[in-house]
């Protein structure tokens, strides 16, 4: 189900993520700027992908137009059947809410809020009720150690705390797809180490599908299946690190 | 996202700058304010001439004539109703008929008379009229010396100042000169005999015709008029007998004769069931002998008291259907009510100026709070709000400063008010007048203020909230 450049193969019904000859310019000043330009390629649902390239390769914005920040020039974005380019504004937030988690290089949290709070914020907008909303947020930040920091602020916590809490956050309403956007970026090894752990837990455990971007090569071998790479918005290589992400490798795959 | 949950980060959001976000308040407060404290003020004034104008007896008095009387009280009355000749008789039975129309608090004959009243045997010639009972509440007798009468028939006279100056042989002085207390001192408890003509009813059938020669007295005429023969075969016949009646002094007034206050016209005022008693021949007598004898005494006028000035208007009416000429000082108040109304707007819209500035408070706080928070908005957007979550979010921020500066304000406007109300008070004692509520705050202010100060609010956040609601995600997040 996986693509390599010399033989891209059709698109698949199981397939979590299908982007057909994708683009993404913009102007800036008199410049034209090809932040992705004609990309295509498929992701099976359960794989966990690597997106690499040099900064400016174009691999955030590609990020984005998976997760409905933006919206693309031209092409297909097709993110679990449904396109991204023909959705309108609500239908692209309800897809950010309910179909793709986000974690951040910076982290993200609000600062304001508390872990707990944080967390919960995605439930508000969920309009899931208050009766629950507590449970889940406790559970979720427990699942990633955090039960004793969840009535600290994010300012009161490590980068690696911050970027577990975020993770929690990512996962409250159960979305089938986690885009990470250089997730241990500003993390030192051990942190880093700790949080390509838990993905890689959700992605075995859970079964979500993980599309990663990172400019770390052995990062990318260590955890992903496959990487992706990517200069000057166009594809330049695909390659598979391991063995082809078999079902019968992992429990809990989806469907 | 839900109401409880818009609001409770609209608070938390507010919190997180507490300072900029009360000031912001505190503006919206002092619009509110000050809008509340003019309308309260309007709607005070307009209370107070309400109250005034009540209690003068002007606006919820109706005075009837009969349309016999050939003067109308305007040309309308002369041109609508039936004919003079056919309309019916203000006597006693129409007096009950207009007593008993609803809303109607008493009606009362009007009963006037010039006649010779002796004080120390010194005869004296003025206007007495008759004073129900009713009117000692009104503000004409508020400065009066001595006291009401003791009963509806004790033989009591009240003087009007101007009066009693003459009987006490002084010479008329401008009116604001005289000490009522001054005049009153040597009158009140002293007795006056007023000598007048009565009317005296005789038996209508068969000695109808001897009504001439029935002369009594030295002052006696008729009234029946033997040119008549159809009538006069179904006209009562009556006598004129001069009599006299002591009267004992109880009151000296303050109010001027020439005044609008009332029916303050006359210069001696007795009881009114004591005037009715004494059958005083009227000048009406005459004529109505003349159109349409009957036994009954009929009465120049009827004063037509109502329950309040808002029913005139139908009392009024009712009783033009029965045939007679009414007339009222509603449409003299319609006009003071007008101004008032014009008023209020006036002060409404200087009141709303200083509302219109913390709009603007308001629209510069919000479009400040959607810079500084480009990132959490972007966070926001990321993991899953809409852009009506935001801009929802933005109005409830809007709404909730709006509901608590027009709390706030509402309090203040009227503390205001009582603090003037305060002061003005006892400058108004120092001059030795009644206290006086100027300024008043209904509950429908109170709760439009409020309403308004959200609808100013939630206007104003009408724009940083779009704004916030159109934020970029993408670029809002690289925003640091």
């Known amino acids: 189900m996986t693509s390599t450049p010399d033989k891209p193969s059709q698109p698949a019904a199981s397939d979590a993520v299908v982007i057909q000859n994708l683009c993404r310019h913009y102007h800036m000043g008199e410049a034209l700027i090809r932040a992705v330009d004609g990309v295509s390629f498929q992701v099976a649902a359960g794989d966990f992908v690597a997106l690499l390239g040099a900064s400016g390769s174009g691999k955030s914005s590609l990020l984005n137009l998976m997760a409905g920040l933006d919206r693309p020039t031209s092409g297909e974005v097709v993110v679990q059947g449904r396109d991204l380019a023909q959705l309108s504004r609500p239908e692209l937030a309800t897809h950010r809410l309910r179909t793709v988690g986000m974690v951040f290089q910076s982290f993200n949290l609000i600062p304001s809020m508390t872990l707990m709070e944080n967390v919960e914020l995605p439930m508000r907008f969920a309009e899931v009720d208050r009766g629950k909303r507590n449970d889940l947020a406790r559970e979720a930040l427990a699942r990633v150690g955090l039960t004793a920091r969840m009535n600290h602020r994010p300012s009161e916590l490590s980068g690696g705390e911050q970027q577990r809490a975020s993770l929690a956050r990512a996962l409250i309403n159960r979305p089938q797809v986690l885009l990470a956007d250089e997730p241990t970026g500003n993390l030192d090894s051990r942190n880093g180490t700790e949080i390509m752990n838990f993905i890689r837990e959700f992605n075995q455990t859970l079964g979500m599908t993980i599309i990663m971007v990172t400019h770390e090569r052995g990062l990318a071998e260590r955890y992903a299946r496959r990487m992706i790479f990517l200069a000057d918005g166009k594809i330049t290589g695909d390659e598979l690190t391991g063995p082809a992400p078999a079902a019968s490798t992992t429990l809990g795959e989806p469907r | ?480």
Request: charged share 20%; with cysteine.
């Open chain 2, 1 to 480: 996202m839900k109401l409880y949950d818009l609001s409770e980060l609209a608070l938390r959001n507010l919190r997180e700058s507490v300072l900029r976000n009360s000031l912001t308040t505190i503006g919206i407060s002092v619009g509110v304010a000050s809008l509340v404290a003019m309308v309260s003020l309007g709607i005070g004034l307009q209370q107070l001439a309400s109250r005034r104008l009540q209690s003068s007896g002007l606006f919820d008095t109706v005075m009837v004539s009969s349309r016999r009387d050939l003067r109308g009280f305007g040309r309308e009355d002369e041109r609508n109703g039936p004919a003079p000749a056919e309309s019916p008789a203000l006597d006693e039975p129409a007096r009950q008929a207009i007593e008993h129309l609803p809303n109607v608090a008493e009606a009362y004959p009007d009963i006037r008379f010039i006649t010779e009243l002796r004080y120390q045997d010194k005869p004296h010639l003025t206007t007495v009229a008759g004073l129900p009972a009713s009117s000692k509440n009104m503000d004409a007798f508020d400065g009066m010396q001595g006291s009401f009468f003791s009963s509806d028939t004790a033989p009591e006279a009240i003087l009007q100042k101007a009066f009693a100056e003459e009987l006490l042989g002084r010479t008329h002085e401008a009116d604001d000169n005289v000490n009522v207390a001054d005049v009153a001192k040597p009158l009140l408890g002293q007795e006056l005999v007023m000598r007048y003509a009565q009317r005296e009813s005789s038996p209508p059938t068969g000695e109808a015709a001897a009504g001439p020669a029935r002369a009594s007295g030295g002052q006696a005429s008729s009234g029946q008029a033997p040119s008549e023969p159809a009538s006069s075969q179904q006209a009562a016949a009556y006598s004129v007998v001069s009599r006299q009646q002591t009267l004992k002094i109880v009151g000296v007034s303050d109010l001027d004769p020439e005044s609008m206050r009332g029916p303050a016209r006359a210069r001696v005022f007795i009881p009114l069931k004591l005037a009715q008693n004494l059958h005083v021949m009227q000048p009406s007598d005459l004529r109505d002998t003349a159109l349409a004898p009957g036994s009954q005494p009929a009465y120049t006028n009827v004063s037509v008291r109502v329950q309040s000035p808002r029913y005139v208007q139908n009392v009024e009416d009712a009783v033009k259907k029965m045939g007679f000429n009414a007339f009222s000082l509603i449409d003299a108040s319609r006009n003071v009510r007008q101004f008032f109304v014009v008023l209020d707007i006036f002060l409404g819209i200087f009141g709303s100026l200083a509302l219109a500035v913390a709009s603007i408070g308001i629209v510069n706080t919000l479009v400040m709070a959607v810079l500084e928070r480009r990132r959490e908005i972007g966070i926001m957007k990321a993991i899953g709000a809409g852009d009506a979550d935001v801009r929802k979010l933005f109005f409830a921020e809007a709404g909730v400063m709006g509901i608590a500066g027009g709390c706030v304000g509402v309090l203040l406007g009227w503390t205001i008010g009582q603090v003037i109300n305060f002061g003005a008070n006892i400058w108004i004692r120092k001059q030795h007048l009644p206290p006086e509520q100027i300024w008043s705050t209904p509950w429908w202010l109170v709760v439009l203020s409020i309403l308004f100060s959200a609808l100013v609010s939630l206007l104003s956040g009408l724009y940083p909230a779009a704004r916030a609601a159109r934020l970029d995600p993408v670029q809002a997040l690289r925003y640091e």
